[in-house]
């Protein structure tokens, strides 16, 4: 990073931009065990589906990273649903997924102090989804947004696959096995988290209503930023995404310099003098939000720097060299630890291990409750 950039990014206060965890920090493993009990857990992940950008990052990782200390947290990457839109390339499946996990590491995620590890490499994700499966009522699925609105994007029916009408289940099933307290959504998932919700309700007053201890926890929602929410850089009104045909609608986490800068060049501006966070200019809200995002300015300092800016011609290379100067050591992080893969391998198994061992007691807990016979079972009824 050059040095004119680094006084750019660090004219506002709070932490410096594109900080990420020091690989070489402290042992917390034991503390974090030990606190763990007295934390409540959070679960949370993302699809590994081409690369993470900037509204998987605002949105979700970064705060991941700045809550690390606060929860006991679970981050998966949810292999299991990517595959819910139709086949993907054998091949991109297994490098997104890698990709993905080395993504969260690079962002800061400390595996001291959290689990990383993929969703189908715990098989009772896939095990407690059919067992909800069978207490979830086919009518609170068809009233899934998400459902419909894909559904209906299709122009082949015959593409729509059962796994994305039941992929809620599987949400739940992800966020119910761990026994999680909070989970981290945004406003479109708040649907997602009610059906989960209702589906641990439902399951305990049908097997474990005169029970003290039920086998499914309640989670509630752990709210986002309010500027958590990036929108596509060709229209303010939209999601960023990585379905997106479009990729110069979005900034991906391991974009070039070059191509951040070819993307910010041509992204959808208005044509209205002067900027200013005015609800009627989503496009400036969206852009001035990523600036206050990737610099570390509050809103206030952002102001007074626009204050005296006509268009956005001035503006956008101020942009471009805040997402650059915030993005550059995560990318030199990044190609550090793919360079290690052992030591990306051996952090997705230690993940999986301490995952498994949460993930099979509530198995058993919830198989018990249903009774279903165990392996080993000592104790029979009388035949």
Known sequence: MTAPRRRALMMCGGPAAGAVADPAAPDLKSEAASESAVKKRVLSGVQPTGVLHLGNYLGAVRQWVANQDLYDNYFCVVDLHAITNGPISPKELTKDTYRTAALYLASGIDPKRSRIFVQSHVSAHSELMWLLNCATPMGWLEKMIQYKEKSQRSENQESVSVGLFDYPVLMAADILLYQTQLVPVGEDQRQHLELTRDIARRFNDQYAKNKQRKPLVEPEALIQKSNARVMSLQDGTSKMSKSAENDMSRINLLDPPDVIARKVK??????????????????????????????????????????????????????????????????????????????????????????????????????????????????????
């Open 266 to 383: 041509r992204c959808k501006t208005d044509s209205i003098k002067g900027l200013s966070y005015d609800a009627s200019r989503p496009e400036a809200i969206n852009l001035l939000g990523i600036y206050e995002a990737m610099s570390g300015c509050t809103r206030e300092e952002v102001e007074a720097e626009i204050a005296t800016m006509e268009g956005w011609g001035t503006f956008k290379p101020k942009l471009t060299e805040a997402l650059i100067g915030h993005l550059e050591p995560l990318q030199k992080r990044y190609g550090e630890i793919v360079g290690e893969t052992e030591y990306l391998t051996q952090v997705l198994k230690e993940g999986q291990e301490a995952a498994d061992e949460v993930a099979s007691r509530t198995l058993v807990d919830v198989k018990r409750a249903m009774g279903f016979t165990l392996p080993g079972d000592k104790k029979l009824p009388k035949l």
